[in-house]
């Protein structure tokens, strides 16, 4: 939202970005720009300023809660920078609230639904919508999706499909939630998704048909990665948790190019103590350098000689264990080769647009539908295989190793690398002027422009 935000600036639009209170006091200021870039910042309540979603009961009670009280205090928020002679003309809403949509329309402004996942797990998410779930599962022979119910997709194995799809089981609220982004859409005056044309083309085309106001605006990474037409725009500007940039840099600093293996899970995934055991000794095993991104809260998992005792810890003579780090920074310092990842969206569109080669291990929600397009579809990575029947369970050691080794060091990654350089001129050019993505934002900022002078 933020580096949307900048874009929409840069062509004479003025933004409020609004956050939940918990939120706002939560996230970790990395530069100062909220002035800088002249995003306003501004918060409302979820009902739970203390705790945000984890002090709700369920996700079920969290979001009916948002709903009551969020839209009491959007709506009081909307009337204020009226009164203050800065009248609010359009809404643009993460799609896991459309409420928003609801407010927006009371006060006769434009709503836009933002699409923070890809178009393939949002089409899968849209039959889920429509009821057709079960017409998925009866087009699966011998753990294989034919393609006659998806027609806009790769095909696809069971594995593949989001993991509140796969087990509807798995924390019905969260795909309650992921439904209900459906619920008032064909109401939005504009759909927008964080994604690439070019990327995902089938998928897009198909959304397209569905919603003719549906147009992709990424990938939404800062400007100086991709196009640099924002000298400035060097990181997001701040962070869930307090980055050890200085430490990750000061040590990537003497590696050769291509050698380090990057590792993160992002910032929700837990991994079973016994996977993080496999995982230590797979990347020590590969023998290759390998920075490791392991929150606080996950450090009780590590094996005793990779346990962290404060900022930092040394693994081995080759590896660098650290609670947080700014992503695109290393990913983009030329010396990461590999980055073994959960392939959460944001994480997957950074890494195709810096081209750095993944090992995907995908954990839940979006992430097995992304390493299926990592992997088969864009061919720029591996997929690690678990040992487990269906795809579940646990990934061995001798797998990760496997897999960091052939992304590497084999064959197969001159074609990865190959590949990736291709993708990484596609995102760039996007965003470029005149680009499928700057081409969007322009006829979104027209159109609202339009609604300004009328």
């Known amino acids: 939202m933020l580096q949307f935000s900048k874009r929409l600036i840069s062509k004479r639009i003025r933004v409020t970005l609004v956050l939940t209170r918990f939120v706002s006091k939560s996230i970790t200021a990395t530069t100062a720009r909220e002035e800088e870039f002249n995003v ?15 002090a709700a009961e369920s996700t079920r009670v969290y979001l009916d809660t948002f709903r009551e009280v969020g839209s009491g205090a959007l709506s009081r928020l909307i009337e204020k920078q009226s009164d203050a002679g800065e009248p609010v003309h359009c ?49 699966v022979r011998d753990g294989l999706i034919e393609s006659t119910p998806l027609p806009w997709l790769p095909p696809l194995e069971t594995r593949d499909l989001p993991s509140f799809v796969n087990d509807t089981g798995d924390n019905p609220g969260v795909l309650e939630m992921f439904k209900g982004q459906f619920s008032n859409l064909d109401q939005a005056d504009w759909v927008i998704c964080n994604t690439v044309y070019e990327l995902e083309q089938q998928a897009v085309d198909w959304l397209t048909r569905r ?17 640099k037409q924002f000298p400035n725009d060097t990181d997001y500007g701040f962070s869930i948790f307090k980055p050890m940039n200085e430490i990750c840099m000061n040590w990537l600093g003497d590696k050769p190019k291509g050698s380090v293996v990057y590792v993160s ?12 055991v496999e995982l230590c000794f797979g990347l020590k095993n590969s023998g290759h350098y390998f920075l490791w991104v392991v929150r606080e809260s996950e450090q009780s998992k590590l094996p005793y ?26 990913l983009a310092s030329g010396v990461v080769g590999c980055f073994v990842t959960h392939c959460g969206w944001n994480s997957t569109l950074e890494a195709v647009s810096l ?51 052939e992304v590497m060091e084999g064959e197969k990654a001159v074609e990865i690398r190959r590949n990736g350089d291709k993708w990484k001129k596609v995102m760039k050019d996007a965003v470029s002027e005149d680009g499928s993505s700057d081409r969007n934002v322009r006829e979104f900022v027209d159109s609202l422009i339009r609604v300004c002078l009328w």
């Open 211 to 227: 919603w003719p106001n549906f147009i992709t605006i990424g990938p939404t990474i800062p400007s100086m990665y991709l196009d």
């Open 91 to 139: 809404v643009v809403y993460d799609h896991c609230i459309p409420w928003c949509l609801d407010v927006a329309k009371k006060f006769g402004l434009v709503g836009a639904a933002f699409l923070t996942q890809s178009c393939a797990v949002d089409t899968i998410y849209n039959h889920v919508y429509q009821g057709a779930v079960d017409s998925i599962y009866n087009h």
């Open 305 to 330: 000689d990779f346990s962290s005792t404060g900022e930092e810890q040394k693994a081995g003579k080759k590896g660098l264990i650290v609670p947080w780090c700014q992503q695109l920074h290393v």
């Open 40 to 54: 306003r910042l501004d918060s409302i309540s979820d009902g739970f300023d203390d705790g945000g979603m984890e």
């Open 265 to 276: 899970f992002g910032s929700l995934a837990d991994l079973g103590t016994e996977q993080m």
């Open 355 to 405: 081209g750095v080669p993944m090992v995907a291990m995908p954990q839940w929600a979006d992430q097995a539908t992304n390493a299926k397009y990592v992997t088969d579809v864009w061919r720029v990575g591996v997929r690690a295989r678990s040992g487990g029947d269906g795809g579940d369970g646990l990934v061995k050691r001798e797998e990760i190793e496997r897999c960091v080794r």
